[in-house]
């Protein structure tokens, strides 16, 4: 797929001195798979809703006996998955699928596996993977499925011998004493969970207990024929060597008619005696202990929640270590009292070495293996003794093996042996001394290693956590014991490879080279970056800069190097490839400017690495001996940065008449500012800077003499900047009017008068020329869909008119006509208002002579009014460079009347409004109609996600027109006919702003000019039962009420609330009585649908203090709250839930994917619709409809 993507292989230096020709892009492989965290566990992927099979899945393959079974079937008996396409091959996929995950979690080293795979045998879709299941239900469906699998192999009993066990009922007759009794077969225990205080007191009611039938409630005893008093009871007849418990959380409430999930406190034992339950008791205690090893949690509700497990490491596979304990320096090498038998780093790179399979590494892998090894890096402890890791190894050639580009070591064949043997004999005394000198290691194997696995994460946990786990919304939901006498062979002990198949061995181990290998390929690629090296013998500093003697392609090389390496190594390379280098190299980083290349920084510290000293991709590295170039000593740092200045100043000539003369000249940074006049050979004058940020005011400004001692940078001078001298010996000649302003905009003047001042003519003409010819570089484009970057580019004066404008670009694309108007873009890329402001003002000159000197006087001009006036200029419009504007088809309206699509709005709600509800799934939108989804200010949950907004047409209508006359022109609408609406009165109208209902339109009888609607506004009428007037201090909220024991809300109903005092106490007051529920035992929240959070609207209005900015404080549509028209409100009553949490299952996935929690609400929607217009009476929050879960099996009989 990725052709030879891999296959190049990336040195840790490349040079080339093409600069500038043209770059190629760096191939980057994919990034693969995390490697396993600190505790060596693999968690698994979930898919979208997979948690409650991640977490079985992982009991599963913690059962040593149920995976060592599994994994004792060939493919003799199993098939193979290379021939599950074969329609005549017998292939078992889902037994070979589970072998092959439970090998991935023990052997492959990535931090979480993929069922992916797995899930295809069972012939899942990708909507099953989405959807939420029960993990009691899955246990016992996947263990039909693989009895059903494994049919006419030896493992066709896997199931029944590990798991299957029997209850016996027995009623016994008091008269005769006759027993009937019943055996049933069971895979796991089923215990109640309501008014049970815990495991052990739910088998005693179900195991030990006895129902007596007497009085009203007698027994028909076969033997007696006749109805009698008599026992009834169960016991457990035979045990299964592992014990599932299901526990009953989730009842229903048949006065509520609901289902909901049991939090109470329900205790569990970490060794449990079945010898009372059981029938048999003659046998020692022994064959009655069952030991906890899995205990897989719920939270959450009935309707929805997460899975994850906590699991015992029996084989104590992982690394056990808390957090804390892990924050603690280990006991390792540096801890040991020998010293001298550890102190030779020789050693210790050879130990490093023969402990690697492939006897090959990384030189920069090996330095953090070291780090690791005896807990200090090689820098800090062996550097000023013996060098840089790499040339440690250069001088030991006889033990190691460096690649040709240095980047990998391995040891030298008759080295290793030794190296073996040493291993050996160092690893005896060092395990000696870790056992002596840490008591607690030794008990460390011994005691219960438990992990939390939550998906992909593993975290160690102690077993007094299990105790958490006994109530509330997160709780244990099933149970999972052995059998205490069941014992792991010795070898099995941290030995992930026991008994695990050759070929799935042979797989992983390749799965493994391979992944490393990418693993490599990736870091080195995503670690390498280039250099630009500017060699100082090509260079010569000229006009205050470094400029190349020759040309930038010979001056420059490119450099490909590891930012991992230090300064020390860039140095020594850059040795390495310029062999004519002599005497010292010092390394700098510089910059282009302007001016030309400046030093800025030298750079110190050989220890460091590039990514320490912040060196950055595409870097321009200036490479000399740190004083000179070319014998010039050059300036260096920040301060003194060349600024490239454009000076304008007479021209040497006629004492009458001086042409200003323009100079690129530069300057230091740190310069004074007088030293212009050195640079032009002037005696002195004045100097003025050009204020380029000035509105409508002068544009030079004289600097002081007491300021010419000061640097270009302290009077704001940069590059680009412009300088005005004028020689001050001669006023008559001044450039300056008489009160010492030079002037060059135009926003005080009309007209400009050119004189003649050499009077080599005698007449005086007066002409009308543009006041300014500065040039505009915009970007243009037709329609409104315009995607960056695919906008023509046009260069006008900014004193044409918008009609001249309009005319230049419709010839670029070739369009006749004269029914388009223009329309700037903002900055959302979204069309704004037509360019269609006031009229321009005209600009004059006169003219004499080729040598003139300009002087301003102000002209009044007539003003006139053009509302829709496309003659105004670019420049009063304010354009500016780099704007874009789009050419919009259609005239623009006449003045006062206003275009305004019209779309339909109706939010869910418990009520239906108008003749008929609109057919989301079936209508067709009018031409030129698109439906919009949106996101409602109506609903929470699944209900208040989107609403879909449709197009009922364009209403036009002047702005003296009422909001009333608007609803009345938009009920003659075509698209509105097929509803009943009484009167405009029964419409509520919103604008749309963001594709949502935004502000709410109130008085009918208020004209739309008041309103400031714009021009661009689109209005959206919702349906009402009645009529509604609502009065300027009422805001409409959409209230809904939390379903107890759900994540989730009714639909939504509209409450009208005084926000006069906007007080949290009005509005809980206002709740309470609109639900008839005491305030105090209500909590309300305002939910934000963009961030899918909710706030809750607390009583901290209540504690009110005498300052005064408390107050400010108070109002509810200030911050944090910013309540207004439409917002939602979610109510819960604390007569029935308690708990403080007011968020949905979609407010989950909405937070970690917002696309994809819009996605979930858009489907939400669907369904609730259709909920809507099949059953519009149906009362509450419709619940996703339960889908049955199901693994397909073929036939293997």
């Known amino acids: 797929m990725f052709g030879d993507l891999f296959e190049e292989d990336y040195s840790s230096v490349s040079t080339t001195n093409q600069y500038g020709k043209g770059k190629e892009l760096k191939a980057k492989p994919l990034e693969p798979p995390a490697p396993r965290e600190f505790t060596n566990l693999s968690g698994i992927r979930n898919q979208g809703g997979t948690c409650y099979l991640n977490s079985l899945l992982q009991t599963l393959h913690f059962t040593p006996e149920f995976r060592e079974a599994l994994f004792s079937l060939g493919p003799e008996e199993l ?37 992916a795979d797995l899930t295809d045998s069972f012939g899942w879709t990708s909507n099953e993977e989405m959807r939420q299941h029960d993990v009691q239900e899955l246990n016992r469906i ?103 418990v299901s526990l009953l959380r989730f009842n229903f409430d048949f006065v509520k008619c609901e289902r909901y999930k049991e939090t109470s406190c329900y205790t569990f034992p970490l060794r449990i005696n079945l010898k009372p339950f059981c029938e048999q008791s003659q046998l020692d ?46 006991v390792n090498l540096k801890d040991l009292q020998n010293e001298e038998e550890i102190d030779d780093p020789l050693m210790i790179l050879k130990t490093i070495l023969s402990q690697e399979e492939s006897n090959l590494i990384l030189v920069d892998l090996l330095g953090q293996k070291f780090l690791k090894k005896i807990g200090i890096s090689w820098n800090k402890k062996y550097r000023k003794q013996y060098g840089p890791l790499r040339k440690f190894l250069q001088l030991h050639s006889q033990i190691f093996l460096l690649s040709s580009d240095q980047s990998k070591v391995s040891l030298l064949k008759n080295s290793s042996l030794q190296a073996e043997s040493d291993l050996q004999r160092k690893d005896q005394q060092i395990f000696k ?6 008591p607690g290691l030794n008990d460390r194997t011994s005691c219960s290693h438990w992990f939390d696995i939550n998906d992909s994460k593993v975290q160690p946990i102690e077993e007094k956590d299990i105790k958490q ?52 390929e990736y870091d080195s690629t995503n670690n390498i970056f280039e250099l630009h090296l500017h060699l100082g013998p090509h260079y010569h500093f000229f006009n205050g800069a470094l400029h190349p003697v020759v040309s930038q392609t010979e001056s420059v090389w490119d450099l490909t190097f590891d930012k991992r390496k230090t300064l020390g190594d860039l140095r020594q390379s850059i040795f390495q490839l310029l062999e004519f280098w002599e ?49 010039i000593q050059i300036p260096t740092g920040i301060d003194c940065e060349p600024l ?99 002037i060059t905009t135009v926003n005080e003047v009309d007209w400009v008068q050119v004189n003649n001042l050499c009077q080599l003519e005698s007449e005086e003409e007066q002409v009308k020329i543009s006041a300014t010819v500065n040039a505009l570089f915009l970007f243009f484009a037709m329609g409104s869909d315009i995607q960056p970057g695919s906008e023509m580019e046009i260069i006008v004066e900014e004193t044409i008119s918008v009609r001249e404008c309009l005319k230049i670009m419709l010839e670029k694309f070739g369009l006749p006509g004269d029914t388009w108007h223009l329309r700037k873009m903002d900055w959302c890329y979204e069309a704004g208002e037509p360019l269609c402001e006031e009229g321009n003002r005209g600009i004059g000159f006169t003219n004499k002579s080729p040598v003139v000197c300009l002087f301003l006087a102000e002209v009044t001009s007539n003003k006139k009014e053009f509302p829709y006036s496309q003659d105004a200029t670019l420049k009063e419009l304010m354009l500016c460079s780099g704007d874009t504007l789009l ?8 003045p006062g009347l206003l275009n305004v699509p019209i779309w339909w709005y109706q939010p869910p709600g418990p009520k239906s409004q108008g003749k008929r509800h609109l057919d989301q799934t079936n209508c067709t939108p009018s031409q030129g109609g698109v439906w919009r989804a949106t996101s409602t200010p109506g609903a929470a949950g699944d209900v208040h996600a989107d609403v879909p907004l449709r197009y009922l047409g364009d209403v036009k209508i002047s702005e003296d027109a009422t909001l009333g006359e608007l609803k009345a022109q938009a009920m003659t609408l075509p698209s509105l006919s097929e509803f009943f609406i009484p009167s405009p009165a029964f419409l509520r109208a919103w604008t749309v702003d963001s594709k949502r209902p935004g502000r709410l339109l109130r008085k009918n009888q208020q004209q739309l000019r008041e309103y400031k609607l714009g021009r661009r506004t689109e209005i959206c009428l919702e349906p009402l039962q009645k009529e509604e007037h609502l009065g300027p201090q009422d805001m409409l909220l959409r209230t809904q009420m939390r379903l107890p024991g759900e994540r989730a809300y009714a639909l939504p109903m509209d409450m009208v609330w005084d926000a006069a005092r906007g007080t949290a106490s009005s509005l809980r007051q206002r709740v309470a009585d609109f639900y008839s529920l005491p305030v105090e035992k209500i909590e309300i929240a305002k939910y934000f649908p963009d961030k899918f959070e909710w706030l809750p609207v607390s009583s901290w209005n209540q504690q009110i203090t005498k300052r005064k900015k408390k107050k400010k404080q108070d109002n509810l549509q200030g911050a944090p709250y910013y309540l207004k028209d439409g917002d939602i409100i979610g109510i819960k009553n604390l007569l029935v839930e308690e708990d403080d949490d007011f968020s949905t299952v979609r407010d989950d996935i909405g937070r970690e994917d917002p696309a994809l929690g819009k996605r979930k609400s858009l489907e939400a929607l669907r369904v609730q619709s259709n909920s809507l217009l099949s059953s519009a009476e149906t009362p509450g929050r419709p619940h996703r409809p339960e889908a049955s879960l199901s693994i397909h099996v073929g036939s293997f009989r």
Not at 89 to 111: C, G, N, S, T
Not at 587 to 608: C, E, R
């Open 79 to 115: 098939g193979s998955l290379e021939e599950k396409d074969n329609p005549d091959a017998k292939v078992r996929i889902i037994p070979l699928q589970l072998q092959r995950l439970f090998a991935q979690l023990l052997l492959l080293d990535q931090e979480a596996a993929s069922t």
């Open 142 to 244: 996947l263990f039909s499925a693989l009895e059903t699998s494994l049919v006419g192999t030896s493992g066709h009993d896997l199931i029944n011998r590990l798991y299957h066990g029997t209850i016996v009922n027995q009623i016994v007759c008091k008269e005769c004493k006759n027993v009937s009794e019943k055996q049933e077969d069971f895979l796991d225990l089923t215990v109640a969970v309501k008014n049970v205080t815990g495991l052990e007191d739910a088998l005693w009611n179900m195991y030990v207990e006895e129902e007596v039938f007497d009085c009203d409630n007698l027994y028909h005893c076969g033997s007696c024929d006749r109805l009698v008093k008599a026992a009834k009871s169960a016991k457990l007849r035979k045990l299964p060597p592992f014990l599932t």
């Open 285 to 330: 205690d022994l064959e009655y202990m069952y030991d906890l090893f899995s205990v897989i949690i719920h939270k959450g509700g009935c309707y929805g929640g997460h899975y994850h497990v906590y699991i015992k490491d029996v084989d104590h596979l992982g690394n056990w270590q808390l957090q804390e304990e892990k924050s603690k320096p280990d």
């Open 433 to 438: 001394t870790l056992t002596s000198e840490s």
């Open 469 to 520: 786990q006994f109530q509330g919304k997160e709780s244990a939901y099933m149970l999972f014991y052995r059998k205490s006498q069941l014992q792991r062979p010795p070898e099995a002990r941290a030995n992930p490879r026991y008994r695990v198949p050759c070929h799935l061995l042979n797989e992983m181990d390749a799965a493994n080279i391979e992944l490393q290998t990418k693993r490599t």
């Open 583 to 631: 005497g010292d190299m010092v390394l700098s980083v510089a910059k282009f400017v302007p001016a030309g290349l400046h030093i800025y920084q030298t750079l110190d510290g050989d220890d460091l690495t590039l990514c320490d000293i912040e060196i950055a991709d595409e870097e321009d590295i200036f490479v000399w001996n740190g004083v000179e170039v070319g014998g």
């Open 644 to 742: 490239l200045l454009n000076v304008l100043h007479p021209a040497t000539g006629s004492e009458e008449c001086r042409q200003l003369v323009e100079s690129p000249l530069v300057f230091p940074a740190n310069a004074e500012v007088g030293t212009v006049f050195t640079a032009l050979a002037i005696p002195g004058g004045v100097i003025f800077t050009s204020n380029t940020a000035s509105v409508g005011g002068e544009s030079w400004t004289a600097i002081p003499k007491e300021d010419l001692k000061k640097t270009f940078r302290e009077q704001g001078l940069r590059n680009g900047s412009s300088i005005l001298i004028q020689d001050s010996s001669n006023d008559n000649n001044s450039l300056l009017t008489k009160q010492g302003k030079w």
């Open 887 to 894: 050419l919009t088809e259609g005239k623009l309206p006449s």
